[in-house]
């Protein structure tokens, strides 16, 4: 594939690309969901009221859970068909990774804890929202960490504790926070009203603006690497194909941007995610076939035939499942959260 | 004892995973304890039923969202602290975890959210197939985790190539020997730690509430006890029969570890049982042991000459730390034998009539409310030790499994998750003990359809606190 892998053959070929497809969907999807709630979060700080935050927070609560899910698959998965890729990049993210968690129970808790607390419930919306901020934060220096790349010796982690911790990579951190907070903002846009709504609205465009900034200034940080991924975009004739990359960016952008001053509910959502898998799709680019950057391969770093043969044909049969339930528990809750919520469609039991 | 990488990783894993088990073995017997309760209910439209799912719910959802954030920790430490491991099994291992998540996982998350909020949403039969999709995640869960842990203690259907384990036989690896034993004697294990937790809570409700409390509150704690006693009165027997068939299986497939929770160092016939001792590993060798001669023998190997396996046949560096693993196992056992007293105890007073009234068994009840937590630990305490000095018995020693991460790192994660474990762990005590402080409330007879016509007192709806001012809404704080 692009002059890659080309001493596998035949399954050991097709199953590490098939595999390197499906959890790129996983992280995308993970990316999508769990960027909306955590974005919510990082929307909570700023809202004015205890009705807004309770509306807020109950838009997510019946799916946070299954959202959050998608980063055991993220993790699972790895380990599943690409456990040298695992093995290496864990131990390489150890402190961002394990932060990240901590900041996931802080966020996770407070979706129970907050509801049944009386003088302490300001620790519970403190914990949402610091949690959510700084679980995305991690999110993003591992990103930043990825495309850096790893020192490793095909095996295991070479380097040390905190090579993760550069410039670039607080960047990256800093770039994710904008990103989930404009999910979050549009999601808000779409799944409440009135004042409420109005505010999501303004906060919409401008994590929108913080957004590209933030997506340009990673863009233009990246030839400063040295991981020579300039090249890839921007040799011939590359550059004919990947051109349209960031002009549809800038105009999804821009129609964003016309449809939260038109006062439209739904499409600013799914415009964001449109941003948001644009962006995924240019690192996409950047980095394949690499999974552990700059060296191994996804094939350097697959399980045996065997092995990824048995995790797919579970995937093959229980995945669309999985997603069929998980649109349905989507359906349950469709429509916008009612303004007073006890009376309304979403109280409990 | 040097504070390396390596043993603070053992550390913060053991700390992590006990931290972690708790939930789920509590969760997973309480999904199915909700999903008998709401079949009862739609079965008999007895609003006593509706009043105990609506309370045992709210114990459910504090407890799963404590086991669900601290198993996402679980899922990727293999990898932060124990890199090498996952190098070495990740063929074998790996795909097994992606099982769990894709069949258990996405399950539980999808309907739990329907369960607890969509009740009004899909009316009572799909609500009840929630439930009952969400009891089965949490049976998923266990079958695929537990098969991973039991291939750790006993491989089997693998081949290794170049170092590593490579699959080769998926049935045999999955269904491994140790593994159909192990899952019973765990899922039984944590259906009854739900039973004695929800007796004992129910019994506590009973002892504090005057007479003259509400009819239906304590008509409702006298059915969960009952419910809870009649389980645990016929699965704890079944129970000490499984983990005895299990014990077979310890002394055919790990002898040594076997030989450690028996306390005993020289392979022999007529082994006594062994009910205490302090066993000594520098003297090889039991002190002020209390033993009933040739019983032990006959446990394990069902003949008083029976042959049992001792400590010395093996090198010192190939055995278990003897203590922590012969007592772990007797705190186990003698949990399970209480659990017996009392569910015979409970027969008998039911016979009387004074199931109910009799205040030192309700006593006594309640005290054992963490006794399945206690036991369950134990077991696990007893297995995983006994396992070392591997981590795949036979294959790879833990020592060689840890990262190449420093000490200091290690150190400085494992007291964040000790801080904050506390923290949180203090907190979810604290709303369940309000929870349970407050008790079932109970509900006007109507059925899901009606309700939106209905006041209700729904629970963690945000403007009405635990504490709770019945009829009272707070005002939005604009």
């Known amino acids: 594939m692009f002059g890659f892998g080309t001493e596998y053959e035949g399954l050991a070929f097709w199953l590490p690309l098939i595999w390197a497809g499906l959890l790129a969907v996983a992280v995308a999807m993970y990316v999508i969901v769990d960027g909306f709630d955590l974005g919510v979060g990082i929307l909570f700080k700023g809202a004015h009221t205890e009705n807004w935050r309770d509306r807020m927070m109950f838009s997510v609560a019946p799916i946070w859970d299954g959202n959050e899910t998608w980063l055991i698959l993220g993790g699972g998965g790895l380990f599943a068909v690409f456990h040298v890729a695992y093995a290496v990049l864990m131990p390489a993210l150890y402190i961002p990774i394990i932060l990240m968690l901590i900041a996931l129970i802080f966020r996770g808790v407070a979706f129970e804890f907050r509801f049944k607390a009386e003088r302490s419930k300001f620790l519970w919306d403190n914990a949402f929202f610091f949690g959510s901020l700084l679980a995305t934060f991690f999110q993003g220096m591992v990103l930043g960490a990825f495309v850096q790349g790893f020192a490793n010796d095909g095996r295991q982690f070479t380097g040390g504790t905190f090579d993760f911790l550069t410039p670039f990579s607080v960047l990256t951190g800093i770039s994710l926070i904008f990103g989930y907070g404009l999910l979050g903002a549009t999601w808000c846009v779409m799944k409440t009203t009135g004042e409420l709504e109005i505010w999501a609205r303004r906060m919409a465009v401008r994590f929108l603006v913080a957004t590209i900034i933030a997506m340009a200034a990673v863009s233009l940080w990246v030839p400063f690497l040295g991981r020579q991924i300039e090249t890839r975009w921007f040799s011939w004739p590359n550059i004919a194909f990947l051109a349209p990359i960031p002009l549809v960016t800038a105009y999804v952008a821009y129609r964003l941007f016309r449809d939260l001053e038109e006062g439209r509910h739904y499409r600013p959502f799914f415009l964001a995610i449109g941003l948001f898998l644009l962006g995924y799709l240019g690192l996409g680019i950047s980095l394949f076939p690499y999974n552990v950057p700059p060296n191994l391969t996804i094939w350097d770093t697959a399980n045996t035939v065997n092995s990824q043969l048995f995790a797919l044909v579970g995937f093959a049969i229980v995945l669309p499942i999985t997603f069929a339930y998980t649109a349905y528990a989507y359906y349950v809750f469709r429509g916008k959260v009612a303004e007073e919520i006890s009376g309304g469609g979403y109280g409990y039991h | ?478």
């Not at chain 2, 304590?218 to 389980?231: D, G």
Request: aromatic letters at 16%.
């Open chain 2, 1 to 478: 004892m040097e504070f390396d990488a390596l043993l603070l990783s053992r550390i913060q894993f053991a700390f992590t995973i006990a931290f972690h088990i708790i939930f789920p073995a509590f969760t997973i017997g309480l999904a199915s304890w909700l999903a008998a309760l709401e079949f009862n209910w739609l079965r008999t439209g007895n609003p006593l039923y509706r009043t105990l799912f609506r309370f045992w719910v709210k114990v459910f959802a504090v407890s799963f969202g404590l086991g669900v954030v601290s198993g996402i920790v679980m899922s990727y430490q293999f990898g932060t602290n124990w890199s090498r491991f996952s190098e070495f099994t990740g063929n074998v291992l790996g795909p097994i975890i992606a099982y769990e998540v894709i069949t258990a996982f996405f399950l539980e998350a999808a309907f739990l959210g329907i369960m607890l909020f969509g009740w009004e949403r899909v009316g009572d039969r799909l609500h009840f197939f929630a439930t009952c999709m969400v009891a089965l995640g949490t049976l998923l869960s266990a079958f695929w985790i537990l098969s991973a842990n039991s291939w750790m203690q006993t491989p089997d259907g693998f081949a290794i190539e170049n170092g590593k384990a490579v699959p080769v036989d998926w049935f045999k690896a999955v269904f491994n020997p140790s593994f159909p034993l192990r899952y019973a004697h765990m899922v039984l294990g944590c259906y009854l730690t739900t039973a004695f937790a929800v007796a004992g809570m129910s019994a506590w409700m009973l002892l504090r509430h005057p007479h003259d409390a509400p009819e239906t509150k304590l008509a409702a704690s006298r059915r969960s006890l009952s419910m809870a006693l009649w389980f645990a009165t016929i699965f704890v027997p079944v129970q000490i029969l499984i983990g005895d068939l299990h014990g077979l299986g310890v002394l055919k497939y790990q002898p040594t570890k076997l030989a450690a929770i028996e306390g005993n160092w020289d392979r022999m016939a007529n082994m006594p049982l062994r009910l205490f001792a302090i066993p000594d590993e520098v003297a090889e060798t039991n002190h002020y042991e209390v033993g009933i001669p040739k019983v032990g023998s006959w446990v394990l190997t069902h003949a008083f000459d029976g042959v049992v396996p001792g400590l010395k046949e093996v090198p010192r560096d190939e055995r278990p730390p003897v203590w922590p693993v012969f007592f772990s196992f007797r705190i186990m056992v003698g949990i399970g034998f209480a659990m017996l007293g009392i569910g015979l105890w409970s027969l008998y007073l039911r016979l009387k009539g004074t199931l109910f009234t009799n205040k030192p068994f309700l006593t006594a009840a309640m005290i054992m409310t963490p006794s399945g937590f206690g036991a369950v630990l134990f077991g696990w305490f007893t297995a995983e030790i006994g396992r070392q000095p591997y981590v795949v018995y036979g294959h790879l020693r833990t020592a060689d499994a840890v990262s190449p991460v420093s000490a200091q790192a290690v150190g400085a994660t494992l007291i964040i998750f000790i801080v904050v474990y506390a923290f949180v762990f203090g907190f979810g005590s604290y709303y369940l003990a309000k929870l349970l402080r407050r008790g079932p409330d109970p509900v006007e007879d109507i059925r899901g359809d009606d309700l939106g016509k209905k006041p209700k007192r729904p629970f963690s709806v945000p403007d009405e606190g635990l504490e709770g001012r019945p009829g009272h809404r707070a005002q939005p704080a604009e």
